[in-house]
């Protein structure tokens, strides 16, 4: 807790800048404390102008080797998060926020996502890193993750930016500590309001979901049940004055009802980045069309639709024998054009 008693004491050790009192501060004492705290003064500027000393810091506080530190004070600091109801007393980051230009979108959606659902998020984040996007989503399992990888996997450099709920010593959940490293290694950045050490608590990914809309000029929900926390992301969004959109889904799919609802509340229905920047007022560049799928496997292509289709369906459209669709079917899929759902094919989103 902060008192007065440990403000005298700190003012006999040597002197800090207020980046490092500011830090100093967020980490010996809760949020809550914290923020009582800076009411009492005009600015978070004046506060730590007037007591100027903070102690040592402990010798382990940045215990990775390229882990940065930036306060308000701080010209690292980004700007959008500077504006926000809750913005964070310090940020530990790897990579380069000082680089960051262009639009910034967030792509977030469930940790459990459909085939279907990690395909859209990988194509957004792919094709939104290629058109001079940031893509920012919180390196969770599911559609964060493929969000990251389809950024990545764009080639741009710096497009990908991770949002922690945990400190950079404990990435969560582990199987991303790999793409935590290849986004800070492609120039991208992964970031977090917590010191090195902090474990992934529950509470803390509600706190982590304001930075990542705080970070973007739109929020895009990919997939989400009603009761997900990507639903949070989105309205913390609406009260930054971001833009919110939604990718819809199947009727009657659980994991699309929360993009359904967003929807129905007034969230832009989208399907593709071109959509999202588009109605952020951005112009979009003219690019290659993806190739065609092979002339032998057209017909059954032509005859697969956004709305899902048994093959026997599929067969009598086409008039073909069923097995011959199957294997037509077979290879659309791995090629990427078609994707198999419980109520049949549908056609994958290019």
Known sequence: MITQNRLRKAEQRRPVSESEALLYLSQ??????VRRWLAQADSARAAYARHGEAPDWPPDALAVTGIRVATPVDDAYPEPLRHIPDPPLALYYQGDMAAAQGPA??????????RLGLRIAEAMGRELAAQGARVISGLARGIDGAAHAGALASGVEGCAW????????NIYPREHQELARRIVESGGVVISEYPPD???YRSRFPERNRLISGLAEAVVVVEASRRSGSLI??????????EVFAVPGAVGNAVSAGC???????AGLVESAEDVLVELGYAVQDRDSPPPP???LKPVFNAVSASASPIDELALAVGLPVEAVTGDLVQLELLGFVQLTP???IRVPR
Do not use: C, F, K, S
Not at 162 to 169: F, Q, S
Not at 233 to 242: H, I, L, P, S, V
């Open 28 to 33: 010996q004492a809760t949020r809550p404390q």
């Open 105 to 114: 979108v967030a792509l977030v959606g469930a940790r459990r996502g459909t």
């Open 162 to 169: 991770a949002v922690l709920g945990n400190g950079l010593n």
């Open 198 to 200: 902090a474990r992934p």
């Open 233 to 242: 992301t989105a309205r913390m969004a609406a009260e930054q004055g971001r």
């Open 260 to 266: 359904h609802w967003l929807i129905r509340q007034g």
């Open 294 to 296: 092979p002339e032998a």
């Open 343 to 345: 109520d049949g094919y």
